[in-house]
Structure formats: C-alpha cells, structure tokens
C-alpha cells in the first residue's frame, strides 16, 4: 500500500498586508511511516479533494500528479491559502511572519 505526504512550508507575505504563500510538498511513500511534519493521506484520490477543497485547479493537481508518478514526489509553490484552508488540509496556521513549516493537526 502507497501513502502519500503532504508536508507545507509557509512563507511570510511580499506586501506588508498581503497574504502568506506556501510550497506544498507532496512525496508518495511505499510504507505507511508517520512523520510530525506531514498530513497522510492513503490514496491520491483523498488528497487531490482536499487540494480541490482548498481552491487548486484541476490542472494544477494533472501537473502535480504527473511530476509525481515520474519522481515519487512534486512541489507546488506560491500557494495562497487563508488559515481556514490550512486547518482544512489538516495543519495548524502558523502565527509568526516568520517562514516556518506548518504543523500537522493532532
């Protein structure tokens, strides 16, 4: 069984008010292993729902899927994602302006 990882790395906004963007990583994993960085999701399917959720395009996630399956994993950059939509992915926002790694919701 595959899993696939979504890990999210959140950078500080360009305009001063403006909103914070983020690099989704997505890496495909032979075995279930659990990592404190990551949101697991067991199929594909689950988490390009969620990405779809979360306002990614179709396309998007056809580019994403393809980098993946060539490389086993795929970066998606210059998300724009309010802290709703990372709570939706399963992640905690992060309140600093500082670049950090958004960590998963326990």
């Given at each position: 069984?595959?899993?696939?990882?979504?890990?999210?790395?959140?950078?500080?906004?360009?305009?001063?008010?403006?909103?914070?963007?983020?690099?989704?990583?997505?890496?495909?994993?032979?075995?279930?292993?659990?990592?404190?960085?990551?949101?697991?999701?067991?199929?594909?399917?689950?988490?390009a729902q969620k990405l779809l959720n979360v306002g990614m395009s179709e396309g998007e996630?056809?580019?994403?899927?393809?980098?993946?399956?060539?490389?086993?994993?795929?970066?998606?950059?210059?998300?724009?994602?309010?802290?709703?939509?990372?709570?939706?992915?399963?992640?905690?926002?992060?309140t600093s302006s500082d670049a950090a790694v958004i960590h998963p919701a326990l």
């Amino acid at each position: 069984m595959e899993l696939y990882k979504l890990h999210m790395l959140a950078h500080p906004p360009e305009l001063p008010n403006g909103p914070a963007t983020y690099t989704l990583m997505v890496a495909r994993e032979a075995s279930p292993t659990g990592s404190a960085q990551s949101a697991n999701f067991p199929s594909w399917q689950s988490l390009a729902q969620k990405l779809l959720n979360v306002g990614m395009s179709e396309g998007e996630l056809q580019n994403a899927k393809k980098e993946l399956d060539a490389n086993r994993y795929c970066r998606i950059t210059g998300v724009s994602l309010s802290p709703m939509q990372v709570e939706l992915l399963g992640f905690i926002p992060e309140t600093s302006s500082d670049a950090a790694v958004i960590h998963p919701a326990l």
